[in-house]
Structure formats: C-alpha cells, structure tokens
C-alpha cells in the first residue's frame, strides 16, 4: 500500500473519530438556501443563470455576478481566493445572507479546477468551496485531510435515513465555526463539457421531474475493472434499502445498462464507453455517474470518458474527479447516494451525503432536482398577491386541506429574498411595511416537513408598500429582444437622485436624476428570461421606491448565412497570416499562444489571419481567445469583437450563431513590444483549439 493511500486511511479514521461532534442538520435545502454565481462576462454562464433561477424560483438577492477573465479549465488557489472566492462571501455578508447559504453553485465559465500545494496538488472548483473555510484560513490547505461530516454521519450507521442539509454543521451544538457549503456546477461548456443547449435540455427535464414518484430503475454495474469492484461491497445493501422504499433497483453484470430504457439512476466502473450505443435511455431526475480517474478533467485534449456524456443523454447530475484519485471509495459516492435520494432528498443532498472526501470530485448538474420529495400545497392567508400594505399585517400559512397529514416543523419567512422569521407552523408572521422602501416585494413562505429529510414546500406573494404621499416608480420595458441588439429603458421618479437599473441584484446601469434612459447592450444579460429591476435613490443612496421585477425575453440570433464562397474548392490544412511588408505564412495549428510568432510575425506589426471552417449543425458556437495588444474577429464579415485591447490575461467570450456550412474566421490584429500571443479555442461540444484539420486556407 503507498504512503498516500496509508495516509488517506488515516485521515478517515481520526474523521469517524470526530463523529461524536457532529450535530444533524434539520432543514432542507431551496433555492433561498442557494447563492448562484454567474460569469458575468460570458454569454453562456448568464443564459443558462437566467433559465434556471427562472424555472428554480431563486430569489434575485441570491444570484452574485463576477466579472471572472481568467482561465477556466484550472485555476490557482491564489486566484480562486482573491477573484471568485472573496467576492462570493463578501456579496453573501453584505446582503445578509449569511444564515441562509447552504450551497454554493457556479453556473459555467469557471474552472473545474483549482491548484494548490505550491502547484503540485489539484482539487476540484466544488470540492474547494465545500471548505471555503479551510482554503481563506490557511495559504497552504490540505484538501486531502478535510472529510465531510455531513457524509460521515450518514455513511457511519446506514440503517438511517439521510437527513437535510445546513451549513453550520460539524461541531458541537453552540460552539463557533464556520460553515461547509455544499456545491455544484449547473454546466460545463467548455472544452469536453456541453453545450449550452444541452445543458439547458437536461436542466428544464430534471425540474420537471420534481415530485414525480419515477418508477425507473437504479442500475449498478459490476465488471471486473476495478472502478467497479472498489464499490460493488455497498451494492447489496443500496438495493435493498431501495427496495424498502419502493424503488426497483438491480445490480447488474456489464459495464453498462445496455439497452435498458428505465434507468432512473445508474452507477457505472468503466473508463470509456459510449452511451449512444448502449442504446439505454435515462429518465429526467436520474443521477449517472462513473468511478474513473479523469472522468472531471474537461480539457479538451484528455483522454477517457467525461460524465458530461452522461449529462449529454439527459441525466440530472453527475459527477468526475479532476486528477488521478486511485480507487479509494470515499473519494466517490458511496452506493448509499441512490438510497438517500429516493428518500427524498435533493440531488446535491444526496451526493454529499454519499462522499467522504469530496475534494477532487466534481458535481455537476440540477442541485434542487428532488423526484421523490413530497412537498405540500401552502398558501398565504392575510395577503393577496400584488396587494398593497401600509401597516402591519400579520399573515399566516395554510396547508391546503387535502395535504393535512403533511407534518411541519417550521415556517421560514423571506421578504425579497433574505430570511426574516423562523415561526412555528402555525404562528402568524408580523410582515412590517415600515422596515421596507414603497414600491414592489416579495414575501416568501417556506414549510419544513418534519422529517429527516426536512423537505421545503413554499408559497410565494408579491406586494406592494405604498404610503400617503407615494409616487409611483414608473419604467417600462419591452417584452422581448434579440440577443446582440440594444434595448431602451425608461425609467422616472419624482425626486430622485438616481434610478438604478439591475440584472437579478447586479447593477447594469444608472440614470443621474428622476428620469430617463438606459440603453442596455443584451450581450450583458445573456439570453433567455433576463430578471430586471429598478430602484430609486434618495440622498446618501437611500433607497426610496423599487419597481415591480420584469422579465425580458432574450432570443438566440437569426444563425449566419454565408454568401461568400473561397476562390476554389480546394482547401489546404491551416491559418493564412500575413503581416505588414507583405509576408505571410500558414499556421497548422494555435495549440499554443505563440503560435502568430512562429510563423515569423513580429512584435508592434500589424497582422491578419484567416481560415474556412464546418459547421454540421445549426447552433450558437463560440470563441474563447486571450492575446496581447489590439485584436478584432469576425465570422463571414460579421464583427464579434472589434479593436479589444489586452495583455493575455483577460478572457474574452465570442458567440456566434451560425447556419450549417461553410464559413470565414478573420482576425486582425497588432501586438505590443512583445511578440503577438494568441490563445484561441473555438466550437460548441468540445470547445477546442483551432488547428488545420478543421480550419484551412484556399490553395
């Protein structure tokens, strides 16, 4: 046995020794539990954001925009810490979050790695924030020592039901601490992830199978690989705990579910293989996995199997370690993580109550997808919605009469998102308009079920604070939009000092006085139901009235048709370059950022490069680049960026909607005193580098 896996022993150990600490979380976690993070510069991290806090309820203080410009397959510690990191805490203090954060997800465009250790160790982006603690407090960490309570508690006695999460676990009761995050990525879209469609496909089927009691199957494959042997132990006592809940389950010989058309989950052993010829088909909610070595390294030029393939056929989450682990089960989940779910748990719920040491593992998929919850129909008596309130109101939940055996625990009250009151279920909650700005709210009653998995069923109610001498913030907004045109805002408030225009809470632009516009460029908002919102300002910042929340309805662009056509049909492999004094070149491939120079262009020269490419489908694809100096692109005379200036450690993200065919990349460009660099990945799934099999030149 090797050093680092007698130690990694003996890190468990002390851990399960530890156990007597651990105090059981009683909630369960929703969307006002979640702060979801957005790259607010890249087109797919804001489109997929806007759907799913549209189809997920999450409250706008909720979702924390980061302007993230750095590399996103793997990052540093140091930059994790001070760009995403930081940030992240500090928006969730600031708005007074604190309490109700549970999970941490990311939505695409950040990396799926972090280094740590001087550089030489790796843990996955979600594994890291799970010990956000740990990775401020120390400059050296060791991910590799940090087991999960949570997970330990559970996998310790697994007669036991899984119970719901909250942050502040893990210590004894009273004790000061800070808290463990759960985490998750919605999608991957670079490199070997997904697309941005099929990550939105297998988003909106894993919401719509909340609640849906499947009657699939969970398939766990045994084979001789010793990605399956290293968990086949736990496989009789998962299926029979399934079976006691009413959920088929079988283990199975193979390395896959061939040619079954119910899995409703399935935990895989197997390097690589190929799902589309398995001809197996996944019901919406199922989590599929596979306990291999690189199945969460998205590079796009490694090798074996990613799970995005999974998440590609339609499952609802899955998962992937990002660095060789070796075969230790507690680095994966545990056969237990089908069982925990099927008890109701939520998906992010049951992976991290299923792994041990969840640092180098990568989650990915629908956090909240719960098919087996059973949730309670509740409403709010005492206030209508969109009604307006001037005085107290003291306000109630009802449990419709049809959900009277549902038993609760509690009653959580949010208003606009933050937590405002914890009652008993059948308590009144003194909403108090004096403590808010006139204009648009929102109230949100949440019930816990009493019951391990402490499941949330919620009522949620617009209304309006108005007083005597209220005015009324008027804006107006048009319904929809085109991604890449311009819309105008007009807003107008008697004696403000400012109207402030915001994406979810992110501000996006300002009107100076008490009337107005905004010209917004919707290539800051994403595509698909953008949340936007105003708010008036008074002297000092005061906020003085908020209008009611509005969606915009961002559509994909009219795909490219290319007119033009190359003087002949024969293409060679490559990039054309030329540059002043007339010389040129041709590039066989960008693999790396030097690759103009080596094609004999100087520093501080102007330079062009062109090439043909394929397109097999209709769809939005894009280019990631990073360079130094001045560079515009285009895509068959279309501009997508023009006259950006950078010095090769700013990301930049070109979308482009393209018709199947035939079309023309063109860039120009001119580097500072140092010789031109050009890191440049283009596609859709895999997003690659360019080389000349795919991009060529006429002859």
């Not at 662009?557 to 003087?567: E, F, G, K």
């Not at 070109?654 to 050009?678: C, F, N």
């Amino acid at each position: 046995m090797s050093r680092a896996v007698t130690a990694f022993l003996k890190c468990l150990l002390a851990a399960a020794i530890a156990l007597s600490l651990f105090t059981s979380a009683q909630a369960g976690l929703g969307p006002e539990n979640v702060c979801l993070v957005v790259n607010s510069r890249s087109w797919a991290s804001l489109t997929i954001a806007n759907h799913y806090a549209a189809w997920r309820k999450i409250p706008a203080q909720n979702i924390v925009h980061v302007d993230w410009a750095a590399q996103i397959d793997v990052t540093s510690l140091d930059e994790y810490r001070l760009k995403l990191l930081t940030p992240i805490l500090g928006e969730i203090k600031a708005r007074g979050l604190e309490r109700q954060i549970d999970a941490i997800v990311y939505s695409s465009d950040f990396p799926y790695a972090v280094r740590y250790g001087e550089g030489r160790e790796v843990a996955s982006l979600t594994g890291v924030t799970c010990f956000a603690a740990q990775a401020l407090a120390s400059d050296t960490p060791d991910f590799a020592k940090l087991m999960s309570p949570y997970a330990i508690e559970a996998l310790t006695n697994k007669s036991l039901p899984g119970v719901g999460f909250r942050s502040r676990i893990g210590r004894p009761a009273g004790t000061p601490g800070e808290p463990m995050y759960l985490s998750a990525m919605l999608a991957y879209t670079s490199g070997r992830g997904n697309s941005v469609a099929e990550a939105l496909a297998y988003l909106e089927r894993s919401v719509k199978a909340d609640g849906a009691s499947p009657r699939g199957t969970i398939y766990y494959c045994r084979n001789r690989d010793i990605r399956s042997t290293t968990r086949e132990p736990g496989f009789a006592t998962a299926v029979a705990r399934l079976k006691k809940l009413g959920v088929k389950a079988e283990v199975i010989a193979g390395e896959l579910p061939s040619g079954k058309q119910d899995v409703q989950g399935a935990m895989l052993g197997v390097a690589k293989f190929n799902w589309k010829q398995s001809q197996a088909t996944i019901l919406p909610g199922a989590i599929c996995e596979h306990l291999t070595s690189y199945g969460g390294i998205l590079h796009p030029r490694k090798g074996q199997t990613p799970f995005s393939e999974l998440l590609r056929y339609g499952a609802a989450g899955s998962s992937g370690t990002v660095i060789e682990p070796y075969a230790l089960a507690a680095k994966f989940p545990d056969p237990m993580m089908h069982v925990y779910y099927a008890e109701g748990n939520t998906l992010l719920e049951a992976f991290y109550l299923s792994i041990i040491a969840p640092y180098q593992l990568l989650v990915v998929g629908d956090p909240l997808c719960a098919p087996w919850a059973h949730t309670a129909k509740i409403t709010v008596a005492g206030l209508e919605a969109n009604e307006s309130i001037s005085a107290v109101r003291e306000v109630r939940v009802d449990i419709a009469a049809s959900e009277k055996g549902h038993q609760a625990a509690a009653c959580e009250w949010f208003v606009d998102g933050r937590r405002a009151a914890v009652t008993k279920p059948d308590a009144a909650y003194s909403l108090d308009p004096s403590t808010l700005s006139p204009g648009a709210h929102e109230l949100r009653a949440v019930v816990i079920a009493a019951m391990p998995q402490a499941t949330q069923s919620r009522a949620i109610v617009p209304f309006v604070v108005s007083t005597a001498d209220m005015a009324e913030l008027a804006w107006t907004c048009p319904e929809r939009a085109v991604f890449g045109e311009g819309v105008t805002i007009d807003a107008a408030f008697a004696g403000a000092v400012e109207i402030e225009l915001y994406l979810d809470a992110h501000s996006i632009g300002k009107v100076r006085g008490d009337q107005g516009q905004i010209v917004v460029d919707t290539t800051r908002l994403g595509m698909g139901p953008a949340r936007l919102s105003v708010e008036a300002h008074g002297p000092g910042g005061k906020a003085i009235a908020r209008g009611a929340d509005k969606l915009l309805k961002i559509s994909q662009p009219a795909p490219l048709v290319n007119r033009r056509q190359p003087v002949t049909d024969r293409l060679l492999r490559g990039i054309e370059v030329t540059w002043k004094g007339g010389q040129e070149s041709v590039a066989l491939s960008a693999l790396e950022s030097d690759w103009l120079a080596k094609t004999g262009v100087p520093a501080a020269t102007p330079y062009t490069a062109s090439a043909w490419f394929e397109v097999s489908r209709d769809d939005v694809y894009q280019f990631q680049l990073r360079f130094n100096g001045e560079l515009s692109l285009t895509v068959d005379g279309t501009p997508l960026l023009s006259q950006k200036k950078a010095k090769l450690k700013e990301l930049f993200y070109a979308p482009v909607a393209l018709k199947t065919g035939r079309h023309l990349l063109e860039i120009t460009g001119q580097s500072d005193t140092k010789p031109p660099a050009l890191d440049l990945r283009y596609g859709n799934t895999p997003v690659d580098y360019i080389t000349g099999e795919t991009f060529r030149h006429a002859e």
